[in-house]
């Protein structure tokens, strides 16, 4: 598992560098040209998990680049439109969303944020709750921060 993990890390930042990045209404902005900062990459991170709980359709649509892809700790994989989408029509809620024990490694304009958090989210179907470790990939733009990449995977109780 620990090294499909670290397949997946090395895939996506490789992947980050092929990216084309478009303008970003982001709610955070660069502190200007250079290397991503850890601070940043933690905030564009606690950025994500508010305006996830808050379902801010306008602020998901600057944040998450338009290659976001988001693979829920079930396995679902959904791109930007289709994550988005279901927090529009209500068909998937979180409650808040806080994030502990993040870290990040930094990879010039590209971060890679670890953590884990406590999930509560609610489906036409069902509540899914527990706790999750995530990677979050954070790229640094002209334009803004952005979100390319989430991944959660659940922590078996114990």
Not at 8 to 27: H, N
Not at 70 to 89: N, P
Not at 118 to 143: C, D, Q, W
Request: charge should be positive; glycine fraction near 8%.
């Amino acid at each position: 598992m620990e090294k499909l993990k670290t397949v997946f890390l090395i895939m996506v930042a490789a992947a980050m560098l092929s990216i084309p990045v478009g303008p970003a209404g982001a709610q955070t902005q660069p502190s200007g040209a250079g290397d991503l900062s850890e601070a940043e990459a933690l905030n564009t991170a606690n950025l994500w998990a508010s305006l996830v709980s808050k379902a801010d359709i306008a602020g998901l649509e600057g944040l998450l680049n338009d290659k976001y892809i988001h693979i829920h700790a079930t396995g679902l994989v959904e791109s930007k439109a289709q994550f988005i989408e279901a927090l529009k029509t209500g068909a998937r809620k979180y409650d808040p969303i806080r994030i502990e024990e993040a870290g990040s490694r930094l990879f010039g304009n590209c971060a890679v944020v670890t953590g884990k958090f406590k999930l509560k989210a609610f489906t036409r179907r069902r509540t899914i709750e527990g706790m999750n470790r995530f990677s979050l990939v954070v790229i640094k733009t002209p334009a803004g921060f952005q979100v390319v990449s989430f991944q959660a995977t659940g922590i078996p109780q114990q």
